[in-house]
Structure formats: C-alpha cells, structure tokens
C-alpha cells in the first residue's frame, strides 16, 4: 500500500510528498546509488523518515496518509491530520473566485457589445447588455454556495448568470 507523507504549511495548506515506488525495493538502482553514498535504508520506515528529513521544510512536523483524494481541484482546500480532506469553506471560496474569472471575461466582451450599440446608436441594445453586466456585477453576492456540500457538486456548479447566456450576440 502506497503511504503518502503529508505536511501542514505555515498558510494552512497541505504539502504531499509521494515516495517513489522503488524507494521501497532495496534492489533497485535508486537505493543502490544511495548505499554508495553512505545512506542505507533497512525498512520502509526508514525510507520514509529519510525522505521526510530531507524533503519536509524544516520545522513542520509531517505525518503518513494512506490516500490523498484523486481530484485535485481543491488541492489549495486540503486539510487533515490522518486522512486528507477537502475544507469546503475554503474550497466554496476558490470556487467563488474560479466563478468570477468566468464572470470577468463575459464582462470584458459585454463591454464590447455596449461600445457597438453605443456607437449605432441602439439604445434598447445598450439597456440590454447594461442589464446582463449588472446581473454579472451582483453574482459573487448572489450565489449561495452553503448548501454544496462535496467538491464533487461544488466543482459541477455554475450559476444560471454564467450559463443562461452564452455572452454578447
């Protein structure tokens, strides 16, 4: 079974550090080489404290996981102490600001189509997109992501504002 060493980071977040398979087999070339330079590992344990002393930043103590989820896409939401879990607090905030990445580039193209309508004259074509740009603007307030409770259904969430529309016509 493969183990995992994880570390907290001063800003929260967890460092892996995933050994390479063979580390674990005292025949490969790999353990051969350290040998010749004086390291020799008996044990996985010892191969994992030697990885953990030469790879964990100093002064942050580290510990074993036996399985870091698959999905990386709350990476920066991890946390845990025996097994490795998504926060979704954080990972409801990365998501907001993915949301608004999104939201920013319809805006830029909006900003687009209201110069043309304002440049034609269209006034009802520029009542239209100022409309959608405030309906854009109030979506970071007007989402409520409390109620998602898994990164699987936080990551398949997009608002109806993001998708109603495909942007500027």
């Known amino acids: 079974m493969t183990k995992f060493i994880a570390f907290t980071n ?11 398979p063979e580390m674990f087999d005292p025949k490969s070339r790999t353990r051969e080489l350290l040998a010749g330079r004086g390291v020799t590992l008996k044990t996985s344990k010892q191969v994992l404290d030697w990885i953990a002393a030469k790879d964990v930043p100093a002064g942050l103590p580290w510990r074993l996981v036996e399985a870091v989820p698959a999905d990386r896409a709350f ?24 949301l608004r990445v999104v939201r920013n580039e319809k805006l830029k193209a909006l900003d687009v189509e209201y110069q043309k309508a304002h440049e034609s004259g ?36 997009v608002p109806a504002t993001l998708t109603d529309r495909e942007g500027p016509q």
């Open 75 to 98: 990476r920066a939401a991890w946390t845990g102490q025996r097994a490795i879990d998504v926060d979704m607090t954080r990972a409801r905030a990365i998501h907001l600001d993915r």
């Open 122 to 157: 269209d006034e009802n074509r520029q009542a239209e997109v100022a409309k959608r740009k405030q309906e854009l603007r109030d979506l970071p307030a007007a989402v409520d992501l409390s109620a998602v409770t898994s990164p699987a259904e936080l990551k398949a969430f």
């Open 10 to 20: 001063p800003d929260g977040t967890v460092g892996i550090i995933t050994p390479a």
